[in-house]
């Protein structure tokens, strides 16, 4: 889809792409964070390099200046690239730079230390709870050394010993708080994905047996029905019914009726090849996409799962036996490369099927009809 959110700011250099799942939703909340942090982080280093340049402190400045460039870069990067891991990953290590620099420097008037606060919210929202909290971590063991073990090749400003010590406690309990946020939102995220994935799941599988829903199978139809016309490779589908399911459910009820179902849908399972796809198109119904299959071997495997379902007994109580039959309707994509004709086509097959006595197979169309004996198999 290519809908643009709408949102607070609606500037195309933010704009994204409605996510398709939530993959792509991860995905876009990444580059929209990215692009976001990077839009306000280089405003303010643009900002303070012109500030420190006109109030002559030219070395600040140019240090200021280099970050606000390489910031640009990385963001612009992203934009056309999409790439954000690894520009993450730079932009953390040039934060961490960054965030040396104004402690060892001191920053305007020795605040440089204040400006750590958001440095370490944006490293853990940019990489993560997991990357991010050891991001975050090594810089602040890095800042505790520079505080508490000074070398002499580091000259810092004379930051008093209490401010070190509550200036050092606050950015821990600041890394904390937010890498907390941060977890229990990848938590969650985590649990809406095993909830969409379960959704997805049921959303395409029959409640009854397992196997493909009427949804699931019109998407496979649509890319057979996309392979056919790049490459040709003719497929065929098989629409099958139970003969006089209605009296089972009358006479046995619908326990014994969704039994029936179950069973014949595993029967026909172990007789097909592995890629081959069983379907519940509906009711009694079944809808079977045989891969690479044409015509006249579609008509075969239709009458080998006929015989063998009209061979089979099923009990369903201690004295009584079920014998089914089936009717079977075949297309084929030598015919047809729509998908709802191919459908429309088996059943118009599986309607003359029923019509003509049941426990039969129809492949071809009433004109053409040749009919097999039903004790032979084509």
């Not at 990489?127 to 975050?136: C, L, P, V």
């Not at 109580?317 to 004709?341: C, F, Q, R, Y």
Request: hydrophobic share 45%.
């Amino acid at each position: 889809m290519n809908k643009k959110l709408s949102g607070l700011l609606p500037f195309s250099v933010i704009s994204e792409k409605r996510p398709s799942d939530m993959t792509d939703i991860e995905v876009s909340r990444h580059l929209m964070q990215f692009t976001l942090f990077g839009l306000l982080g280089c405003g303010f280093l643009y900002l303070f390099t012109i500030i420190s340049l006109f109030q002559g402190r030219t070395e600040l400045g140019l240090y200021l200046l280099a970050f606000s460039v390489i910031s640009t870069v990385l963001l612009i990067y992203v934009r056309q690239t999409r790439h954000f891991r690894i520009a993450s990953w730079l932009t953390a290590i040039m934060l961490c730079i960054l965030a040396l620099f104004l402690v060892i420097s001191g920053g305007f008037a020795e605040t440089g230390p204040l400006w750590v606060f958001p440095i370490i919210a944006i490293i853990l929202f940019l990489q993560g709870a997991n990357n991010g909290i050891k991001t975050s971590g090594a810089l602040l063991v890095l800042i505790g050394l520079i505080f508490f073990a000074p070398v002499s090749f580091i000259a810092l400003p004379e930051y008093g010993l209490d401010f070190k010590i509550r200036t050092f406690a606050s950015l821990l309990a600041t890394l904390l708080i937010i890498w907390t946020l941060e977890y229990s939102r990848n938590r969650a995220f985590l649990i809406l994905e095993d909830l969409r994935y379960e959704m997805e799941v049921v959303s395409r599988t029959d409640y009854l047996t397992g196997i493909y829903n009427r949804r699931a199978m019109i998407e496979k139809l649509n890319a057979e029905i996309s392979r056919f016309n790049r490459t040709g490779e003719i497929f065929s589908i098989l629409l099958i019914d139970i003969d006089h399911f209605k009296q089972i459910n009358d006479m046995y009820g619908h326990a014994t009726g969704d039994f029936v179902i179950r069973t014949l849908c595993q029967l026909m399972q172990d007789q097909l090849r592995e890629h081959d796809i069983v379907s519940r198109w509906g009711g009694e119904e079944f809808l079977i996409l045989l891969p690479n299959t044409v015509t006249e071997q579609g008509h075969y495997v239709g009458e080998l799962l006929r015989k063998n379902i009209e061979s089979r007994e099923l009990s369903v109580g201690e004295d009584t036996k079920l014998h089914l039959t089936v009717s079977i309707g075949v297309s084929s994509a030598e015919n047809t490369s729509d998908a709802l004709v191919l459908v429309d086509q088996a059943d118009e097959r599986l309607y003359r099927a029923k019509r003509g006595g049941r426990n039969q197979v129809i492949s071809t169309d009433a004109a053409s009809e040749v009919q097999a004996p039903k004790d032979s198999v084509v």
